[in-house]
């Protein structure tokens, strides 16, 4: 079992930058597909990026392609997001996820969740 806590969210400006971290207890993170997800009020959960157990695979939902950059470091048990460019669109509360399936867009691939960290754009 594995417990995963996010950080870094926070209110910043159109065009400006935030890192995410997910910070994982457990020894056997290094087993687990990492994945990000985002909802914003109202709207469903959306993918935003995962990465493959090894760190070696990496895709990410068309609306961050480009902007937004996952990583990971197996050593500190966490993952990170890496986000650019940010936009107003891009506001919501984003939560980390871990999956023994496999890297994934769907969030039913996803066995263990955060609690979330909330990110505000402002125009």
């Known amino acids: 079992q594995v417990q995963l806590v996010e950080s870094g969210g926070g209110l910043v400006q159109a065009r400006g930058s935030l890192r995410l971290s997910c910070a994982a207890t457990g020894r056997t993170f290094s087993t687990y597909a990492m994945g990000w997800f985002r909802q914003a009020p109202g709207k469903e959960r959306e993918f935003v990026a995962a990465?493959?157990?090894?760190?070696?695979?990496?895709y990410y939902g068309d609306s961050v392609k480009g902007r937004f950059t996952i990583s990971r470091d197996v050593a500190k048990n966490t993952v990170y997001l890496q986000m650019n460019s940010l936009k107003p669109e891009d506001t919501a509360v984003y939560y980390c996820a871990a999956s023994t399936y496999g890297s994934s867009s769907s969030y039913a691939a996803y066995d263990y969740w955060g609690q979330g960290t909330q990110v505000t754009v402002s125009p």
């Open positions: 990465i493959s157990s090894s760190g070696g695979y990496a």
